[in-house]
């Protein structure tokens, strides 16, 4: 039966509240229960989980919401009691007594942050534009982690930053390192002369960690958000960025990636960086570039990026990959030919889609609904993808999903292998090796006693100076079966050689430089500032805070919470009337 407690006035953040969910699943006699702020969004969510009743039309945007389908109602008082001691636990855990100052108002945190360059946005999507309008308006930097944000409110806001001499990174945007700084979900990468801009995430956190393990440094790693090379967009991020790189003392290399751009912004991001005067690497997943140019060096791999990256900044002689590729000592049946792919980053499963793809040498990547390949029995998913997470975490913090997907694999007869990535850093769960040893276990113990061998492969994403111990994860994943590689594509080219599949890369030459050639702007003051930032506006997730000082940065943690009930129209007339009364137009 069906059972609803609403607290009002109780705003808390949604990964918070998905966190408290997955807490909730595991007392005794729920059968389903999800805890979510009652926006209209969010009902809709509940609707489409079966976890609908009346007494949610009652709720407020700033109320807090639990729907529980229990046994008995007599758990309901545990419930409430459970829900509170949690919310109470990752207060004391995320404040940590990290922050300079919490405040709760615009008023105050732009009083005690006059100083802070940069203000992080991790708020409900349908908030978000109007909050990052007000940090624009106040000259502020911004990085947005919310995502929901509409095309047409990003292609304004960034807008509206270009013209104030400000950098919008995002909306959707997971990660991020300004001066030696990590930012949301990234990991801790010693700092170096190399510069990064990515319009991917996990693109990002591969490339920057496996340049750490090469001996390598970043210093600014600069997330545009996916959307941001699309036609509608024209790169206003990217664009600035690079010219914001092109003028850091400190950064000797500038590597630039992305998924495939549209056409027309492509060729404008190619001729901004052949006017570099820099050396410069690039990499669009999904293209197979047969050479590099003098200067502009043209990757496959996320791997690649990296090791060209570190071999220039090292003032090396730039050389193929070496192909470190591991086959699993394993004998498969007649019947296990295909490679499974269960990911926590979109760019690596895309990476690994194209690489099985280019193995069996079909065309695109256009699977079905929730894939990134779907062909010949050969499967690659992004459990991250939102179809995956409505109303539940992410699968770097939550591993629910991918025990289902390896269990499900497992039990296929037909599966070769399993390819999975460990994404580790702040934001990440605390030891995602142990939350997934137990059903790798269980699953190669099926497999033998069905008569099959397995092989699951996997990459660790991270250093040896994020706050998980990198070691201990891989011994755990080693101890329960896990063949580990040192990136994503030395993963997906183990698999592919274990079912009789290699795929090797190609060397490339270097040829002069072909193609337009455009001069780098040079960029207004106060976006030359974001280079020596060290002090930060949080506004949201308290946790993001703890990165940033055990850094050596700054910040100043805003709790904020929607005004006007969270009615988002009366926020934006709000808005509109104090602007006004700000210009004096109104006494």
């Not at 801790?188 to 956190?205: W, Y």
């Not at 700054?554 to 007339?573: E, T, Y």
Request: hydrophobic fraction near 40%; aromatic fraction near 4%.
């Amino acid at each position: 039966m069906l059972h609803t407690i609403i607290e009002k006035n109780n705003y808390q953040d949604s990964i918070v509240l998905m966190l408290l969910t997955n807490h909730l699943e595991e007392m005794a006699g729920v059968n389903s229960i999800s805890v979510m702020m009652g926006t209209p969004a969010n009902k809709d969510i509940f609707k489409t989980g079966g976890l609908y009743t009346d007494e949610l039309e009652t709720a407020t945007p700033n109320d807090m919401v639990i729907v529980a389908d229990l046994d008995s109602a007599d758990i309901i008082d545990q419930i409430v009691e459970a829900s509170k001691n949690y919310l109470e636990e990752q207060g004391k855990k995320n404040k940590g007594g990290a922050s300079e100052e919490r405040v709760k108002t615009w008023a105050k945190a732009l009083e005690i942050g006059e100083d802070a360059s940069v203000a992080i946005f991790s708020i409900p999507g349908t908030h978000a534009a109007l909050e990052i309008e007000k940090a624009l308006d106040n000259d502020k930097h911004v990085f947005c982690f919310s995502d929901n944000v509409s095309l047409e409110d990003e292609v304004r806001l960034k807008q509206m930053a270009h013209e104030k001499g400000l950098l919008l990174m995002g909306p959707d945007c997971g990660t991020g390192i300004i001066n030696g700084v990590p930012l949301a979900f990234t990991n801790a990468v010693r700092k170096g002369n190399i510069g990064v801009i990515g319009a991917s995430g996990t693109g990002i956190q591969e490339v920057t960690t496996i340049i750490h393990k090469l001996g390598g440094g970043v210093t600014n790693a600069i997330g545009t958000g996916g959307r941001d090379l699309k036609e509608e967009v024209n790169g206003i991020t990217f664009k600035d960025s690079i010219a914001l790189l092109e003028q850091d003392p400190d950064v000797d290399v500038i590597v630039a990636l992305s998924k495939p751009p549209a056409a027309r912004v492509r060729e404008d991001i190619l001729a901004l960086l052949r006017g570099s005067k820099k050396q410069v690497v690039t990499i669009f997943l999904g293209e197979k570039p047969a050479e590099h140019e003098e200067g502009l060096y043209h990757a496959h791999t996320l791997e690649e990026t990296a090791e060209i990256a570190v071999q220039l900044a090292k003032g090396e002689a730039v050389t193929a990959v070496a192909d470190d590729i591991v086959v699993p000592a394993i004998t498969l049946k007649p019947t296990q030919t295909h490679i499974k792919g269960f990911y926590s980053g979109g760019t690596l499963a895309y990476e690994a889609g194209m690489l099985i793809q280019e193995a069996l040498g079909t065309d695109s990547l256009d699977g079905v609904e929730g894939f990134i390949l779907n062909e010949q029995g050969h499967e690659v998913m992004d459990l991250g993808d939102d179809m995956y997470t409505q109303g539940k975490p992410h699968p770097m913090i939550d591993p629910s999903k991918r025990k289902e997907m390896l269990e499900k694999a497992g039990q296929d007869a037909e599966t070769a292998a399993v390819l999975l990535d460990i994404v580790l850093g702040y934001g990440s769960h605390d030891d995602m090796a142990s939350a997934l040893a137990p059903t790798i276990k269980k699953v190669l113990a099926d497999a033998k006693a069905d008569g099959r061998e397995l092989a699951i492969i996997a990459t660790i994403v991270g250093t040896d100076e994020d706050p998980q111990d990198m070691y201990e994860q891989r011994a755990i994943l080693e101890e329960a079966g896990v063949i580990i590689c040192q990136s994503n594509a030395q993963a997906v080219k183990s698999a592919l050689a274990l079912i009789g599949k290699p795929l090797a890369e190609d060397a490339k030459a270097i040829v002069a430089k072909s193609g337009s050639v455009a001069e780098i702007p040079a960029v207004a003051k106060s976006l030359a500032a974001l280079l020596s930032t060290d002090k930060f506006l949080n506004v949201g997730l308290s946790s993001f805070v703890n990165a940033i000082i055990n850094h050596g940065g700054k910040a100043i943690q805003f709790d904020w919470q929607p005004v006007a009930g969270g009615n988002v129209q009366l926020q934006k007339a709000l808005n509109f009337l104090n602007k006004v009364s700000l210009k004096g137009e109104v006494k």
